[in-house]
């Protein structure tokens, strides 16, 4: 090609306008020189209904997202060549005297030999976004470059989880465990509703678990009717109220519910908002994971700002400090005159070696199992630390986000000292609302014990104390 020509030179020295390929191989596109004259010199025929423009702008449409490293370039690139050799022959008489018409002929004719393509075979649609599925999320941004002509950012997904005592996974990775007994939102915006409802895991303790999960998933547009979720402890229905499985007209299914795992595990795919759903029972209760795209978190009016996947649990509601928790050393004594109970089996040792036999790193999922092991004494909360984990590594969009350790900030993404809090050798009993001490862990009036410990090393301090409750 000589410089500045605007053609490619093929076998035979005939002249073949080109475009340079994009950044991700796009094809070549035949512009040329002389079109470019043509288009000047042609401003006072604007009545003239060539409309061979019409057909370039469609087959840069079909071939500017191709990229020719990939399988099925050929196949797609010659579908388009076919469609604009199609539409140039639609328009060869009245186009008899335009140059960029004759030029555009000369590139599809080289083109095709180039690339093999046969002159009989499918076509590809000339109006991109008539193909466009308005119920397919995924296909939004596609839709809006075509139309636009400019690339758009790519989509950015977000990701909430709540499993356990229990522990929250904020839209922002911030990491919280709380108390929020009875019902609360944690998604409200204008596409979808989420709501949990958490008990008291056991008598005295201010520790709770969800079961109950509400989900509403809002009409929009033709994709779907309203539909509305609901899942109790042992009843994890495959199904909407309704007694439907999907949403969309046809095959569509813009919604629609998995069955997993039957009673226990169900997935909820809304591809019209680009939203994914999990729900699971995990011994008595509940847990819940969504990954949604941020514009769609983020739609939502003024009086919807109370949501703990947006804004966390409010400061009354928290257990933890800053993503640290208070881990009661639970087993050791027993209530005065008692028998033994089911949740004071564990030791902060025995705790910890079962949950290092589900979770190798020790992150914030791994104290979770922990602390909920010395609240509860249900092995079953080993499971769903485990299973929300596994979530996370499902639904979360970045991987380097996936583990949190706790830091000096407020429990988010990061590296940071161990998640141990001051331990106290006290029984099940002593854990209530009654009173407080600095430590964290809640002591009732009752509890006349006479501790004597020496507190463990937290937050970079040495605690040694004589406690009489």
């Not at 050929?74 to 960029?100: I, Q």
């Not at 977000?158 to 996974?169: A, E, K, N, S, V």
């Not at 939203?275 to 739609?299: C, D, F, K, N």
């Not at 902060?348 to 509860?376: G, N, P, Q, R, W």
Request: proline share 6%; charged share 20%.
């Amino acid at each position: 090609m000589q410089a500045g020509d605007g053609y490619a030179r093929g076998p035979n020295m005939q002249s073949v306008p080109y475009r340079p390929a994009g950044e991700h191989g796009a094809a070549l596109t035949p512009v040329s020189r002389a079109a470019r004259y043509s288009q000047t010199r042609c401003d006072c025929q604007l009545q003239t209904p060539c409309r061979i423009q019409k057909c370039t702008t469609d087959f840069v449409s079909l071939t500017s997202h191709l990229n020719s490293a990939l399988e099925g370039f050929d196949l797609e690139f010659c579908k388009a060549l076919r469609a604009y050799s199609a539409c140039t022959y639609r328009n060869s008489k009245v186009c008899r005297g335009n140059l960029v018409y004759h030029s555009a002929v000369l590139g599809i004719s080289d083109l095709m030999s180039q690339r093999n393509c046969s002159k009989d075979g499918p076509t590809s649609s000339t109006n991109p976004e008539v193909t466009h599925d308005p119920c397919n999320y995924s296909g939004h941004t596609e839709a809006r470059e075509h139309q636009g002509g400019e690339k758009t950012h790519p989509t950015t997904y977000l990701f909430c989880g709540l499993f356990g005592d229990p522990h929250l996974r904020t839209f922002k990775d911030h990491f919280q465990t709380c108390k929020v007994e009875g019902a609360w939102p944690l998604i409200d915006n204008n596409y979808l509703s989420v709501q949990v409802t958490n008990v008291p895991v056991v008598p005295g303790s201010s520790a709770t678990a969800t079961n109950k999960i509400t989900i509403i998933f809002k009409s929009y547009q033709d994709c779907t009717d309203q539909k509305v979720y609901q899942a109790v402890t042992d009843d994890l229905p495959a199904a909407f109220v309704d007694g439907t499985t999907s949403g969309g007209d046809g095959n569509t299914k813009s919604l629609r519910i998995v069955e997993k795992v039957s009673g226990k595990y169900v997935e909820m795919h809304a591809k019209y908002i680009g939203t994914t759903v999990y729900i699971r029972q995990l011994g008595h209760y509940l847990t819940l994971a969504i990954r949604m795209p941020q514009e769609l978190v983020m739609a939502y009016e003024e009086s919807q700002d109370l949501q703990l996947c947006v804004n966390g649990c409010p400061s009354t509601e928290r257990i933890d400090d800053s993503g640290h928790l208070p881990l009661p050393v639970m087993g050791q004594l027993l209530p005065q005159g008692g028998a033994t109970h089911p949740w004071s089996v564990y030791t902060l040792e025995t705790a910890t070696t079962k949950c290092h036999e589900k979770m190798l790193v020790k992150d914030i999922y791994f104290y979770s199992c922990v602390f909920d092991l010395l609240t509860t004494g249900d092995a079953n909360f080993t499971a769903a630390a485990h299973s929300a984990l596994q979530d996370v590594e499902a639904l979360h969009p970045r991987k380097e986000h996936w583990h949190i350790f706790p830091s000096n900030g407020g429990g988010g993404v990061g590296k940071g000292r161990p998640l141990v809090g001051p331990l106290l050798p006290l029984p099940y009993k002593c854990f209530t609302e009654s009173s407080t001490v600095s430590t964290g862990i809640k002591l009732s009036q009752s509890c006349s014990l006479e501790v004597e410990t020496v507190l463990r090393t937290f937050q970079g301090k040495h605690f040694s104390s004589s406690l009489a409750v």
